[in-house]
């Protein structure tokens, strides 16, 4: 469970399990547009009017700067692990190398339930805006309602299903085309992501961000809880590190393709979400399709319709990606043999996981056919905030104790555990609002302890490769973030999260070590027939050896 692979284990040994290699065809430009592309979809057009009438009112634009200033440091997190080890597996193979086997497969599943849950949900937005493309006002009028099945869950969406099988097929057959088609459509996007800002502002009202409540009308603690529950958006940037294995150049087009698309995506959710409190008082903002009816309001038919289309095509965008990752995760988790070894195989013609993306297509479909966004949203943001955590823990323990190797992981282990709980003794502190001399003392216990560890702990020197600058700070403020998101979640998302980590140990016991205790056996005993076939093959030269 506490193994660890080298980065040359993980890039050779094991990446051979899948037989074919993946083909190296994309570039720093290829990753900006799949991570426009994953990102831009999913948050504006699902989560945006949610958040602004419920949690932060007008200053839902500041949740979309905390969150991404989070996203940022993450993304920074991953591009140094990309950069250093440029294998498929993202989280789950840095995870993996640094803290131990169950680890990395413990960040995995949860990387997969929160792609798999939240692809299903954004293709039900899919249908609810392609109405209004067409010119209907009901989002429900292209689903079947069955009445026998629970509420949430008995609108069936067929649509949704038909999105994700195409988009299946279309990544089974190569990613260089599947890259070039997202590239088109984030394009057109973006075009049509200036048409609804340009839009907004000449036709909205100033007053309305201030009206009637003022600018944050749920106080500062909405607009911090938005940020949790806008997240949800910034999804799809880790995508791009999954990509890994098909980039030129890692060290050159990773770092500009990961932390570029971050910053490009928080400018335009900032300028969205203006937009959108604009047009429209928050509190006559709709949940479902925000956009589409706050163009309705202002009298704007026609642009309800475009945008119904628009946001339909930055959905579709954000799926391709996010179904691009996934299947690279689960690909690298079979290689592993924590699942089944055919979901590693890898085409030889195409070069892509095959397997593994029927799989997850058909499973993604499964669930779109019945689920609401609102149902998971929480559990994938939950899910997904633990994994980066985690990441951002990792970076540190990997540069300060496995990349220098002169530093005592007992030293590096204590700072964080203790950055940790203060980390958590802050945000407890702030969502209860009892205690208030928690706030400055674990605040200051954050900054103290990390001063101190970066004193006295040396980092790198003539680093050759890309490297996170101003070490540890970077990644302790990640650190923070997430923790102080997670704890903003309702009791429910915890709950759901603690039956789902159970259910992922309970198969890495049952199934995962055995599985990868075998292969690791068979592996050792070809190495070794290998060997005893080389030396009765040749013995002459061995004895001339020994002669010599």
């Known amino acids: 469970m506490l193994a660890t692979w080298t980065p040359e284990q993980e890039l050779n040994q094991v990446r051979q399990r899948s037989g074919a290699d993946m083909k190296r065809k994309l570039k720093w430009y290829d990753l900006i547009a799949l991570g426009l592309g994953g990102m831009l979809g999913v948050g504006v057009f699902v989560t945006t009017g949610s958040v602004a009438h419920h949690q932060s009112g007008p200053s839902v634009f500041i949740s979309y700067i905390i969150a991404g200033i989070s996203a940022l440091l993450s993304s920074l997190c991953y591009t140094e692990f990309a950069v250093q080890i440029p294998a498929a597996g993202g989280a789950f193979s840095y995870l993996r190398l640094t803290f131990g086997e169950f680890i990395g497969y413990f960040a995995g599943a949860n990387i997969l339930m929160e792609y798999v849950f939240s692809n299903a949900a954004v293709s039900r937005s899919f249908t609810e805006y392609l109405s209004f493309a067409f010119g209907e006002n009901d989002p429900n009028v292209w689903r079947v309602e069955v009445h026998g099945l629970p509420k949430d869950y008995n609108m069936l969406d067929f649509p949704a299903v038909a999105l994700i099988l195409l988009l299946t097929l279309c990544l089974c057959h190569s990613t260089k085309e599947s890259s070039i088609l997202n590239f088109i459509m984030t394009v057109f996007h973006v075009i049509f992501f200036g048409f609804i800002i340009v839009t907004g502002y000449c036709n909205g009202s100033a007053k309305n961000l201030v009206s009637p409540k003022g600018l944050a009308p749920f106080g500062v603690r909405g607009v911090v809880n938005g940020a949790a529950k806008v997240y949800f958006s910034y999804i799809g940037y880790d995508s791009a590190s999954t990509l890994a294995e098909e980039i030129k150049d890692p060290s050159k087009n990773l770092p500009i393709g990961i932390v570029g698309s971050v910053l490009v995506t928080t400018v335009l959710y900032c300028l969205m979400a203006l937009s959108l409190c ?68 890898v085409h030889p013609s195409t070069g892509t996981p095959l397997n593994a ?41 990997h540069r300060y104790v496995i990349t220098t190797r002169h530093t005592p992981p007992l030293h590096t282990l204590l700072f964080l555990i203790l950055f940790s709980l203060s980390a958590l003794g802050f945000s407890i502190s702030w969502k209860f609002n009892q205690q208030w001399w928690g706030l400055p003392l674990f605040g200051g216990l954050m900054i103290t302890v990390t001063t101190f560890f970066q004193q006295m702990v040396p980092g790198i020197s003539n680093a050759d490769n890309w490297y996170v600058p101003f070490m540890p700070w970077p990644a302790a403020v990640s650190i923070f973030l997430n923790v102080f998101l997670m704890t903003t979640l309702n009791l429910l998302s915890f709950q759901r999260f603690a039956i789902w980590a159970c259910f992922i140990t309970i198969f890495y016991v049952l199934y995962g070590v055995h599985s990868t205790y075998q292969a690791e056996q068979i592996e050792m005993g070809v190495i070794v027939n290998n060997e005893v076939n080389s030396t009765t093959s040749n013995p002459q030269t061995k004895v001339e050896v020994q002669m010599l």
């Open 357 to 397: 993306t029927l799989f997850l297509g058909f499973c993604t479909a499964s669930i779109a056919l019945f689920t609401e966004l609102d149902i998971i949203i929480e559990l994938v943001n939950i899910g997904t905030l633990s994994v980066f955590y985690l990441v951002a823990n990792a970076l540190i323990y």
């Open 278 to 345: 604009m047009m429209a008082p928050y509190n006559k903002i709709s949940d479902k399709a925000s956009f589409s009816i706050a163009f309705l309001e202002i009298g704007w038919k026609w642009a309800s319709n475009v945008v119904g289309a628009g946001a339909c095509l930055g959905i579709v965008a954000s799926l391709l990606v996010a179904m691009l990752g996934q299947a690279r995760y689960l690909c690298v988790i079979g290689r592993a043999r924590l699942v089944p070894s055919w979901l590693a195989t």
